[in-house]
């Protein structure tokens, strides 16, 4: 039996820009007029819980925007954060094209909120990428922690020798690569195909 490699790819950083990160708070903070250190402090006192399914996005801006009176709506406030979300420059069509061509199987592995993660999926067509979303939200464990690597391989039946991974980050990079994965720091589509050609995936 031919096995076939799996990808796991990071999202934010690498297909679209970050969900939420700091640059998209500041901004907010800037168009609706908040306390940005209050708003930084609450966030980060709530990241954990938002992020791995603890806490749905009404319960967040309760908790980080409106603990105080506002002159926008909760609405008026995913709207924009919903809007931060874009392509970050080829990768997503490549990756669209990649998963064309049956030459491996794609799956995300991420931190994000649920609700975020699920506009992202219908606003950029990802469902029509991936096999599955390995998502913080859903498996109630972040990366860098060992275990949603674990359990990604798991869900995805990949053995680790089968296993690739790709993340912006460099600590997000590291538990992949002591579980045996083979896995790469995203700097760009050029050095991603340079990697994966190495990986001897024909691309």
Request: hydrophobic share 40%; proline share 3%; charged share 25%.
């Amino acid at each position: 039996m031919v096995r076939v490699p799996t990808l796991f790819f990071d999202i934010g950083g690498v297909l679209l820009t970050n969900g939420w990160d700091t640059p998209a708070r500041k901004c907010a903070a800037e168009v609706f007029e908040l306390d940005f250190q209050e708003f930084q402090t609450r966030h980060e006192m709530l990241k954990t819980a938002f992020e791995t399914g603890r806490l749905s996005l009404d319960e967040y801006l309760r908790k980080a925007v409106f603990s105080h009176p506002r002159r926008f709506t909760p609405d008026d406030f995913k709207a924009f954060m919903f809007a931060q979300s874009k392509a970050l420059g080829e990768t997503l069509d490549w990756v669209r094209e990649l998963a064309r061509t049956q030459s491996c199987r794609l799956y995300t592995l991420n931190n994000e909120s649920r609700e975020l993660h699920e506009h992202r999926v219908e606003m950029f067509g990802l469902d029509e990428i991936f096999r599955g979303f390995l998502v913080s939200c859903y498996l109630g464990q972040a990366k860098p922690d060992e275990g949603i690597y674990e359990n990604a391989l798991g869900i995805a039946a990949c053995h680790p020798e089968d296993a690739i991974f790709i993340d912006d980050r460099g600590l997000n990079v590291e538990p992949a690569l002591a579980l045996g994965f083979k896995a790469v720091q995203f700097k760009g589509l050029d050095s991603l195909q340079s990697f994966l050609k190495e990986c001897g995936l024909g691309v």
